[in-house]
């Protein structure tokens, strides 16, 4: 069954009438990245406006990938769970050559993590469960469809941005602008910022059908498969993708030349999918042509204006790194933002959101685009290595990993920023988290609920935690203490973060600093460093 | 000798651009010439006849149909 867009209701804001308070925060753009950023802002207690030109969730084949790392960001902000019971999970991806498979890689061989290495879900369920979510704040999250933003001005210390609406035009001030109106912002248009990189010239059809049998062999595993050269469709590539609903995304490679209407054409479409699925019956649900860049701002802070997902930074779909990028551009954002609205930090804190993210953005930007040129070489030598490479594939373990049909979304590492405070551990100061079991004396938890969305520091095995006033401290295998004390079921948290050894982490879950023998003014120090204090002034 | 399963990962993609990177701008002929001249440094570099003859075997092994 196809999904039922039910518009979300206008209501004419309180601007047209008359002026209103200003705010602290207004969000360009209802995507999963404005909606996130509202959630995450009001968990932490500051309000925002949410202005989007539509009423309407993502409408057809856009993301479907969400990897871990997003997942345990999602979990925190409250739609994680209701993600993984909808979602396809999957963790498998195989490669063939022709009909050969070359290749199989395992995105997470161990277990001991709550969520999956990756789930499918059509990124209109994941809008629809943010937008629920976003209403379990009404005194904080005002969220204003139909509210269309057309021009807006710094003001140094504020900006005004001016609304239409089908009511007519309002203007409102806010303290912070965050631009989440995606690829083709309007924000960064009317700032006049350049916005080049690479476009690749090659077309991909990126078809979703509605089909009662899987196309996954006779096991049917929802897995992620990819074809280099498929007998079904010569010379190009293909992926193959399960989604909820018996929904699957098939995503093929096609001429650089191809009329893209033409190809989106049933007549074109079905012959093209029936060379893949036989003749199990399906339905169309969505079909589209696209062509994809990599690209990013180069700065993502100007002034009052933040931009924050498809805004700052586009790639190529192959290994997901869009949208789950964009969440984890919210996951840092959101407590720097909070500490200097609540004046704990100075504005400073916000330009090191733009150091540490453009840095994975371009870690993202490197990946994808070094998987779009793999898989489709520009000049004649780029393909005769393609296709050697591809050769000794089928039984040379080294070329099978050089073949390059995506490398799936990996959360960046901070490390070697000046927020992290430099340090040996065997998780390196600067790592994103990594969730493990643990059991307390409410039950059974997850690192990841213990540690994420304040500063946290959690000493595992034997290490004495000094006493730091209003500060969250928690033990790892540790001998009762005067803070909440958990054993690290079947060792995989000892395992993972080592032991007699005790580790601060960011409100977004990264290690800023690690101590073996840690006292009350080095955690200070680093918690200072980490809020972009200088020494100084800490 | 047996060739080495995986010596490039997990910089293979690394290395595989850096290859890509070194043709970036030339003719097909002078990529083929640059193919030669890095397998004869790469050769220089195995000084090893036996280990070349066992790759030269290896690579001549793979059918073209
Ligand atoms: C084919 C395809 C497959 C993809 N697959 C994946 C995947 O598997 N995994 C993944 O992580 N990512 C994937 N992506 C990328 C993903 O869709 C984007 O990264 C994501 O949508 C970015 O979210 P956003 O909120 O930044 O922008 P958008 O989703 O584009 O949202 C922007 C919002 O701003 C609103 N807006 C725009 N202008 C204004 C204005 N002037 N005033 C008010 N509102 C405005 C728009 O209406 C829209 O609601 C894929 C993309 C494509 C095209």
Same mark, same amino acid.
């Given at each position: 069954? =196809?999904?039922?867009?039910? *518009?979300?209701?206008?209501?004419?804001?309180?601007?047209?009438?008359? +002026?209103?308070?200003?705010?602290?925060?207004?969000?360009?753009?209802?995507?999963?990245?404005? @909606?996130?950023?509202?959630?995450?802002?009001?968990?932490?207690?500051?309000?925002?406006?949410?202005?989007?030109?539509?009423?309407?969730?993502?409408?057809?084949?856009?993301?479907?990938?969400?990897?871990?790392?997003?997942?345990?960001?999602? !979990?925190?902000?409250?739609?994680?769970?209701?993600?993984?019971?909808?979602?396809?999970?999957?963790?498998?991806?195989?490669?063939?050559?022709?009909?050969?498979?070359?290749?199989?890689?395992?995105?997470?061989?161990?277990?001991?993590?709550?969520?999956?290495?990756?789930?499918?879900?059509?990124?209109?369920?994941?809008?629809?469960?943010?937008?629920?979510?976003?209403?379990?704040?009404?005194?904080?999250?005002?969220?204003?469809?139909?509210?269309?933003?057309?021009?807006?001005?710094?003001?140094?210390?504020?900006?005004?941005?001016?609304?239409?609406?089908?009511?007519? *035009?309002?203007?409102?001030?806010?303290?912070?602008?965050?631009?989440?109106?995606?690829?083709?912002?309007?924000?960064?248009?009317?700032?006049?910022?350049?916005?080049?990189?690479?476009?690749?010239?090659?077309?991909? /059809?990126?078809?979703?059908?509605?089909?009662?049998?899987?196309?996954?062999?006779?096991?049917?595993?929802?897995?992620?498969?990819?074809?280099?050269?498929?007998?079904?469709?010569?010379?190009?590539?293909?992926?193959?993708?399960?989604?909820?609903?018996?929904?699957?995304?098939?995503?093929?490679?096609?001429?650089?030349?191809?009329?893209?209407?033409?190809?989106?054409?049933?007549?074109?479409?079905?012959?093209?999918?029936?060379?893949?699925?036989?003749?199990?019956?399906?339905?169309? $649900?969505?079909?589209?042509?696209?062509?994809?860049?990599?690209?990013?701002?180069?700065?993502?802070?100007?002034?009052?204006?933040?931009?924050?997902?498809?805004?700052?930074?586009?790639?190529?779909?192959?290994?997901?790194?869009?949208?789950?990028?964009?969440?984890?551009?919210? $996951?840092?954002?959101?407590?720097? /933002?909070?500490?200097?609205?609540?004046?704990?930090?100075?504005?400073?804190?916000?330009?090191?959101?733009?150091?540490?993210?453009?840095?994975?953005?371009?870690?993202?930007?490197?990946?994808?685009?070094?998987?779009?040129?793999?898989?489709?070489?520009?000049?004649?030598?780029?393909?005769?290595?393609?296709?050697?490479?591809?050769?000794?594939?089928?039984?040379?373990?080294?070329?099978?990993?050089?073949?390059?049909?995506?490398?799936?979304?990996?959360?960046?590492?901070?490390?070697?920023?000046?927020?992290?405070?430099?340090?040996?551990?065997?998780?390196?100061?600067?790592?994103?988290?990594?969730?493990?079991?643990?059991?307390?004396?409410?039950?059974?938890?997850? /690192?990841?609920?213990?540690?994420?969305?304040?500063?946290?520091?959690?000493?595992?095995?034997?290490?004495?935690?000094?006493?730091?006033?209003?500060?969250?401290?928690?033990?790892?295998?540790?001998? =009762? +203490?005067?803070? *909440?004390?958990?054993?690290?079921?079947?060792?995989?948290?000892?395992?993972?973060?080592?032991?007699?050894?005790?580790?601060?982490?960011?409100?977004?879950?990264?290690? +800023?600093?690690?101590?073996?023998?840690?006292?009350?003014?080095?955690?200070?120090?680093?918690?200072?460093?980490?809020?972009?204090?200088?020494?100084?002034?800490? | 000798?047996?060739?080495?399963? !995986?010596? @490039?990962?997990?910089?293979?993609?690394?290395?595989?651009?850096?290859?890509?990177?070194?043709?970036?701008?030339?003719?097909?002929?002078?990529?083929?010439?640059?193919?030669?001249?890095?397998?004869?440094?790469?050769?220089?570099?195995?000084?090893? @006849?036996?280990?070349?003859?066992?790759?030269?075997?290896?690579?001549?092994?793979?059918?073209?149909?």
């Amino acid at each position: 069954m =196809a999904y039922d867009y039910t *518009p979300y209701p206008y209501v004419p804001p309180k601007g047209l009438t008359q +002026a209103e308070p200003r705010h602290p925060v207004a969000i360009v753009g209802a995507g999963p990245i404005g @909606l996130a950023m509202a959630i995450d802002l009001a968990q932490r207690g500051v309000p925002s406006v949410v202005l989007d030109d539509n009423n309407v969730v993502s409408v057809g084949s856009r993301a479907i990938c969400w990897a871990k790392r997003t997942l345990e960001i999602f !979990d925190r902000l409250g739609v994680g769970e209701r993600m993984l019971a909808k979602g396809v999970t999957w963790k498998i991806g195989r490669q063939f050559h022709g009909n050969q498979e070359v290749y199989a890689f395992d995105l997470l061989p161990e277990d001991g993590h709550k969520y999956p290495a990756f789930i499918n879900l059509q990124q209109y369920y994941v809008e629809e469960y943010l937008i629920d979510r976003a209403r379990d704040f009404p005194g904080l999250i005002d969220l204003r469809f139909k509210n269309r933003v057309v021009d807006h001005a710094d003001r140094g210390d504020h900006t005004v941005l001016n609304i239409e609406t089908p009511d007519g *035009p309002y203007t409102l001030e806010a303290d912070w602008m965050i631009a989440c109106d995606g690829a083709g912002s309007p924000t960064r248009n009317r700032m006049g910022l350049s916005f080049e990189g690479q476009t690749f010239q090659e077309q991909f /059809l990126i078809a979703d059908i509605e089909m009662k049998d899987s196309p996954f062999g006779d096991a049917a595993v929802p897995e992620r498969w990819f074809w280099f050269d498929p007998p079904f469709h010569n010379g190009k590539s293909a992926l193959l993708h399960m989604q909820p609903d018996n929904i699957y995304r098939i995503d093929l490679q096609l001429d650089v030349d191809a009329d893209a209407k033409l190809e989106a054409s049933e007549d074109k479409v079905i012959p093209r999918i029936r060379a893949i699925v036989g003749d199990k019956p399906f339905r169309l $649900d969505w079909v589209s042509v696209y062509k994809f860049r990599c690209i990013k701002l180069d700065r993502f802070v100007h002034g009052r204006v933040i931009f924050v997902g498809d805004s700052a930074h586009v790639v190529s779909p192959f290994g997901a790194r869009g949208g789950n990028g964009g969440i984890q551009d919210v $996951d840092n954002l959101g407590w720097k /933002l909070a500490a200097v609205i609540a004046g704990h930090a100075n504005a400073d804190l916000i330009g090191t959101y733009h150091d540490e993210r453009s840095h994975g953005s371009a870690e993202n930007i490197l990946n994808s685009s070094r998987a779009t040129n793999f898989m489709t070489p520009k000049t004649p030598i780029e393909a005769l290595f393609r296709a050697e490479a591809l050769r000794l594939a089928h039984d040379q373990p080294f070329a099978r990993r050089i073949l390059n049909s995506g490398r799936l979304s990996m959360p960046c590492s901070l490390e070697g920023f000046a927020l992290q405070t430099p340090g040996a551990a065997q998780v390196p100061p600067g790592s994103p988290l990594i969730d493990a079991p643990l059991a307390g004396d409410h039950g059974e938890t997850w /690192l990841l609920r213990e540690v994420q969305g304040d500063f946290t520091l959690v000493g595992f095995g034997d290490v004495a935690l000094p006493d730091v006033p209003d500060f969250r401290c928690i033990g790892v295998g540790q001998r =009762a +203490a005067d803070y *909440p004390c958990f054993t690290a079921t079947h060792g995989h948290a000892t395992r993972r973060y080592g032991s007699d050894i005790a580790y601060l982490f960011r409100p977004d879950g990264h290690v +800023a600093a690690a101590f073996r023998h840690p006292s009350a003014e080095d955690v200070a120090r680093a918690v200072a460093r980490a809020m972009g204090k200088t020494p100084e002034a800490a | 000798m047996t060739i080495y399963p !995986d010596r @490039l990962s997990p910089r293979q993609d690394d290395v595989y651009n850096a290859l890509m990177d070194a043709h970036e701008g030339l003719s097909e002929a002078e990529s083929h010439a640059l193919n030669a001249r890095l397998i004869l440094l790469m050769a220089n570099q195995i000084g090893d @006849l036996g280990v070349l003859r066992d790759l030269l075997t290896t690579a001549r092994g793979y059918s073209h149909d």
